[in-house]
């Protein structure tokens, strides 16, 4: 899926960031969500890889990143933590600084990026993600049903875990199968990566630890920075699927201001798989924000 890429992956602080390169230019890094990997982007890289050095990189705990044990706070899978690894991912590739679009949990990651490491990131994209504040302090019924992985991952381990590592398969169909546009968006080939890595087992261990730092830690750390006014200060792109439950339950872009002075955004009319889902519209509106 990624022909002419080669091997970007790094050891930080003892866990393997596995990560693909490709392209030539100023340096883009892109980050994929939950339950997925960096394969999401195959549909875009080629075109992306005209203007820019492009590195794919797998979150910790997902992929074929190192997933280790999560500890009693959830810090080793905060959002910090993940931002820590992709910045030093690219340092060791020889970027100081990079543009950086984050999908699904990767926005979570790329946003926490841009406010921890104001001076990396030149320009910030998420994709179908509002704050992880807002999302949790304004649940609904609606965003309940339609998420309840949220509620289902954050249990004590190892009950969830278990559950996945029963049927990978089975979990992978009504997470990625159960949105709106089901499975048509996947190719074959990147179903059977995420099938493939969602398989091991420590992979159910490593997402759960994602989503129970995201209700601890995390909020900890988004709270605080909202209480001190640390703000994204890099220009911002917020674009979300009409089709999703982003749009539906919350008004990503006014949540977003109150975390950017400089966010611009719209709908595109998709689903919740971007980049999978709308390759053609997604690179119409994401490059030229890149390029300006």
């Not at 992956?9 to 939950?34: W, Y």
């Not at 074929?64 to 931002?83: E, I, L, W």
């Not at 089975?170 to 398989?199: D, H, M, N, V, W």
Request: aromatic share 10%; glycine share 8%.
């Amino acid at each position: 899926m990624f022909e002419g890429y080669t091997d970007a992956s790094a050891t930080i602080d003892g866990v393997r960031i596995h990560a693909v390169k490709g392209g030539r230019g100023p340096a883009l890094l892109l980050l994929h969500g939950h339950p997925q990997t960096h394969a999401i982007w195959h549909k875009v890289a080629p075109v992306l890889a005209r203007h820019y050095t492009v590195i794919a990189a797998d979150l910790r705990g997902y992929g074929d990143s190192g997933k280790p044990p999560g500890t009693d706070d959830h810090a080793n899978y905060s959002k910090r933590r993940m931002a820590l690894d992709q910045v030093e991912l690219m340092r060791r590739q020889g970027h100081d600084a990079f543009a950086l679009i984050g999908h699904d949990r990767g926005g979570r990651v790329a946003a926490r990026m841009a406010i921890d490491y104001p001076d990396s990131v030149t320009r910030l994209v998420t994709l179908d993600v509002a704050p992880t504040v807002a999302m949790y302090e304004q649940t609904s019924f609606d965003f309940a049903r339609a998420y309840w992985h949220w509620f289902f991952l954050v249990r004590p381990a190892p009950f969830p875990e278990t559950l996945i590592r029963a049927d990978p398969d089975l979990y992978l169909k009504q997470t990625i199968g159960a949105r709106s546009a089901g499975l048509k968006p996947f190719t074959s080939e990147a179903y059977a990566a995420y099938l493939r890595c969602l398989s091991d087992p420590a992979t159910a261990h490593g997402i759960c630890e994602d989503y129970r730092a995201s209700i601890t830690i995390d909020l900890e750390h988004d709270r605080a920075d909202l209480a001190a006014g640390r703000k994204i200060t890099c220009p911002f792109l917020a674009l979300w699927g009409a089709d999703g439950v982003i749009g539906k339950c919350f008004d990503p872009l006014t949540e977003w201001r109150k975390w950017s002075a400089d966010v611009e955004g719209h709908a595109l009319p998709c689903g919740h798989y971007i980049p999978e889902e709308a390759p053609e519209l997604l690179l119409e509106r994401v490059l030229p924000f890149l390029q300006r």
